[in-house]
């Protein structure tokens, strides 16, 4: 029997890990201009840290980890993001001591049990940072900035920002009430999720698809803020709106972490199936101190690679077709000349993309402008053909050429 890659898991070929190549290229310039120094932390870490990092009641925590117990009796779980390991790095190494900011960054796989969809594997791989030691909103700002920068420098189009503020624990357990005021007259007629999410994290509820609708009147979190968040969020806008940055704030934009404090963001696009998130991260002023460091703030970002370039490959390709006609229709001889102009139109109304020749060209010259336009067919049309009611129809690609009716191209060429 031969064997087949586990599920979720991708071979990534020659051919397309220059794209890989690429990106990682971009993402390590970037950080080099930005000043952020790169990490390399293990693949597995202890259990424990990120059920305290990530959050017990997470999604990633209570169903998604690859967790084992090794030979030497100690539960260790291949890590679901980067986040956790990254502080648990600092604190250790007391990188905290040194008089700046760290700034660190990481490229590499992270492992998640999650259903399989297009753009959602076991193991996927992030670019991300930590600027940790600051709780100055331009940091934040800048975060977001680089994350934006890496996409538009790799060749994205049409990249949104969401951002969001999530407040402090306690400005959240006050939101929790209100919402949860709100929520529970509705309980029974909530999905299956949104109910058991409305015990564990009600936050959480408002960014179910399937709902959507019932929250219009939901209470914000952004009307919940006290001063302090209101004058960091604040600050964050500004330096964004200073930067040219382009975002919009999304008050129902919750993360899938628990430690997320102050700001709180994604990077969005369409392209992905049913997926649209391809970034995201934030602030996280708790996190060191709750694995056991000094209480000392950051604010991170973690981008999908498989994401970034699935992406590029689905705009490359609607660039392509934008260039590509589906036939060229080349004419020989008087009467032919004829019926193309009224062939070319048929084709045209049925949706079909034609072109033909206007300069009175010879065969030769006709063919070298199907391949200049791309053509995915030439469909040649001689006096002969005309008689019999009949066009030559060749496939640019393969080279395959076969014989049709006049009649039918149009259906032809539809049904492929
Ligand atoms: P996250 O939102 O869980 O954040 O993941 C960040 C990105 O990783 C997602 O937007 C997505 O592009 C990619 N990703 C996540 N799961 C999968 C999957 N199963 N398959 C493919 N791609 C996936 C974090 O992980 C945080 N650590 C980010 C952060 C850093 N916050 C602060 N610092």
């Given at each position: 029997?031969?064997?087949?890659?586990?599920?979720?898991?991708?071979?990534?070929?020659?051919?397309?890990?220059?794209?890989?190549?690429?990106?990682?290229?971009?993402?390590?310039?970037?950080?080099?201009?930005?000043?952020?120094?790169?990490?390399?932390?293990?693949?597995?870490?202890?259990?424990?840290?990120?059920?305290?990092?990530?959050?017990?009641?997470?999604?990633?925590?209570?169903?998604?980890?690859?967790?084992?117990?090794?030979?030497?009796?100690?539960?260790?779980?291949?890590?679901?993001?980067?986040?956790?390991?990254?502080?648990?790095?600092?604190?250790?190494?007391?990188?905290?001591?040194?008089?700046?900011?760290?700034?660190?960054?990481?490229?590499?796989?992270?492992?998640?049990?999650?259903?399989?969809?297009?753009?959602?594997?076991?193991?996927?791989?992030?670019?991300?940072?930590?600027?940790?030691?600051s709780v100055d909103p331009?940091?934040d700002?800048?975060?977001?900035?680089?994350?934006?920068?890496?996409?538009?420098?790799?060749?994205?189009?049409?990249?949104?920002?969401?951002?969001?503020s999530v407040g402090t624990p306690a400005v959240r357990a006050a939101f929790?009430?209100?919402?949860?005021?709100?929520?529970?007259?509705?309980?029974?007629?909530?999905?299956?999720?949104?109910?058991?999410?409305?015990?564990?994290?009600?936050?959480?509820?408002?960014?179910?698809?399937?709902?959507?609708?019932?929250?219009?009147?939901?209470?914000?979190i952004l009307d919940s803020l006290d001063e302090e968040c209101n004058i960091h969020f604040d600050k964050v806008k500004t330096?964004?709106?200073?930067?040219?940055?382009?975002?919009?704030?999304?008050?129902?934009?919750?993360?899938?972490?628990?430690?997320y404090t102050h700001t709180?963001?994604?990077?969005?696009?369409?392209?992905?199936?049913?997926?649209?998130?391809?970034?995201?991260?934030?602030r996280y002023n708790g996190?060191?101190?709750?694995?056991?460091?000094?209480d000392?703030p950051?604010v991170?970002?973690?981008?999908?690679?498989?994401?970034?370039?699935?992406?590029?490959?689905?705009?490359?390709?609607?660039?392509?077709?934008?260039?590509?006609?589906?036939?060229?229709?080349?004419?020989?001889?008087?009467?032919?000349?004829?019926?193309?102009?009224?062939?070319?139109?048929?084709?045209?109304?049925?949706?079909?993309?034609?072109?033909?020749?206007?300069?009175?060209?010879?065969?030769?010259?006709?063919?070298?402008?199907?391949?200049?336009?791309?053509?995915?067919?030439?469909?040649?049309?001689?006096?002969?053909?005309?008689?019999?009611?009949?066009?030559?129809?060749?496939?640019?690609?393969?080279?395959?050429?076969?014989?049709?009716?006049?009649?039918?191209?149009?259906?032809?060429?539809?049904?492929?």
């Amino acid at each position: 029997m031969a064997f087949q890659k586990s599920p979720g898991t991708q071979d990534i070929l020659p051919g397309v890990v220059e794209r890989w190549q690429y990106a990682e290229q971009k993402a390590r310039d970037i950080c080099r201009r930005f000043n952020f120094s790169e990490i390399r932390t293990p693949i597995f870490e202890a259990t424990e840290l990120f059920q305290r990092g990530v959050g017990e009641t997470t999604d990633i925590v209570e169903k998604e980890m690859y967790t084992f117990t090794d030979r030497g009796d100690r539960s260790i779980t291949l890590r679901p993001e980067g986040t956790a390991g990254v502080v648990r790095s600092y604190v250790e190494n007391k990188l905290y001591g040194e008089p700046d900011v760290s700034k660190l960054y990481y490229i590499g796989p992270m492992f998640r049990y999650e259903r399989q969809q297009a753009g959602r594997y076991r193991q996927f791989h992030q670019f991300g940072i930590e600027a940790l030691g600051s709780v100055d909103p331009a940091i934040d700002a800048e975060v977001i900035a680089l994350g934006y920068t890496f996409y538009k420098e790799v060749g994205l189009k049409d990249v949104r920002v969401e951002i969001n503020s999530v407040g402090t624990p306690a400005v959240r357990a006050a939101f929790r009430e209100k919402l949860l005021a709100f929520l529970m007259p509705m309980r029974d007629q909530l999905c299956k999720d949104c109910q058991s999410r409305m015990e564990r994290n009600p936050l959480r509820v408002l960014d179910c698809k399937t709902d959507q609708a019932r929250f219009e009147d939901a209470p914000s979190i952004l009307d919940s803020l006290d001063e302090e968040c209101n004058i960091h969020f604040d600050k964050v806008k500004t330096y964004l709106t200073d930067m040219g940055i382009p975002f919009s704030i999304n008050p129902r934009l919750v993360r899938g972490l628990d430690y997320y404090t102050h700001t709180a963001f994604e990077y969005k696009a369409e392209g992905i199936g049913a997926i649209d998130t391809i970034g995201g991260g934030g602030r996280y002023n708790g996190l060191v101190a709750e694995i056991g460091g000094p209480d000392q703030p950051g604010v991170g970002l973690g981008l999908g690679l498989e994401r970034t370039i699935m992406l590029l490959e689905h705009q490359q390709a609607e660039l392509d077709n934008a260039h590509q006609i589906d036939v060229y229709v080349v004419a020989l001889g008087e009467a032919a000349e004829r019926e193309v102009t009224r062939l070319v139109y048929e084709l045209r109304t049925s949706g079909i993309r034609a072109e033909r020749d206007y300069l009175g060209r010879k065969m030769k010259a006709q063919m070298k402008s199907a391949d200049r336009l791309q053509a995915r067919y030439t469909a040649i049309l001689g006096d002969d053909e005309l008689t019999r009611g009949e066009i030559a129809l060749k496939e640019m690609a393969t080279g395959e050429q076969r014989v049709v009716a006049l009649a039918s191209l149009a259906s032809e060429l539809k049904s492929n």
